[in-house]
């Protein structure tokens, strides 16, 4: 069996288009003995109505989202609010700004910073202290508890990406589960011990997982620096070349 992570834009499709009903064939009889997993920064439901538009039936990966479909079970990388209390606990006198994404609003922390003239805007709400669950948090702080910060993380195993750094503060983005593609790959990786891993991308972002892939694929019209990374480059998107590139793996 073979388990494939997709590229969405720029791989399986272009500018959202419609697959044509060869691809969609295609497609359908790989799903048939293997399984595959459209991993992308897009938004969770658009990817969604798109595969459903297309009777296409798979696993989905939106880390724009932070959300796993797996096997038609719905993961969100939501932080608890007891992490987050401890989180708030350890930083809360070294905040400049906060921001708690959740599904429809944004909770502002309201610290150091005055933020009320800034973000009058519709949905988000400024407070003292954190409510609620979030999908991720913005967070900065003052660079001296920095290396606090990220032990907690640690040991609370929440995932973090710097965005920003300078000598006086740190931002960082956190996210229970999904920061980045490479984290879907290990939060399947024992289920996909047994399965042989096919990788197929434009992006020279998404490297590190095809990295772990047994093949990997960088698709004729993607970037230089991932087609000169990987041998096979001959697929190109706009010949339905990411589900060729399946029918030639799979021999059918």
Request: glycine residues 2%; proline residues 2%.
């Amino acid at each position: 069996m073979y388990y494939c992570f997709m590229d969405f834009d720029g791989t399986l499709t272009i500018n959202n288009k419609n697959l044509n009903k060869e691809a969609i064939n295609i497609i359908n009889k790989y799903l048939i003995n293997n399984e595959l997993c459209i991993i992308t920064e897009e938004n969770y439901d658009l990817i969604k109505k798109y595969l459903f538009t297309n009777n296409i039936k798979c696993d989905i990966a939106s880390i724009g989202s932070n959300t796993l479909l797996f096997h038609n079970q719905l993961i969100k990388g939501n932080i608890p609010l007891i992490k987050i209390k401890k989180i708030f606990n350890l930083c809360k006198d070294n905040i400049y700004t906060a921001y708690l994404e959740s599904i429809n609003k944004t909770q502002i922390i309201n610290y150091q910073e005055r933020l009320d003239s800034i973000y009058p805007k519709i949905n988000r709400e400024i407070i003292n202290n954190p409510k609620e669950k979030a999908n991720s948090i913005f967070l900065a702080i003052n660079n001296s508890i920095k290396n606090l910060l990220i032990n907690l993380l640690l040991e609370l195993k929440i995932a973090y990406k710097i965005l920003g750094e300078d000598k006086n503060r740190i931002i960082l983005r956190l996210s229970s589960n999904f920061n980045d593609k490479i984290d879907i790959y290990y939060y399947l990786e024992d289920y996909l011990k047994d399965k042989k891993i096919i990788g197929i991308s434009d992006s020279y972002t998404d490297i590190p997982i095809l990295d772990k892939c047994d093949i990997k694929i960088a698709m004729k019209n993607g970037d230089e620096i991932i087609k000169n990374k990987y041998e096979i480059t001959k697929y190109d998107v706009n010949n339905n070349g990411a589900l060729i590139a399946l029918k030639d793996i799979c021999k059918f």
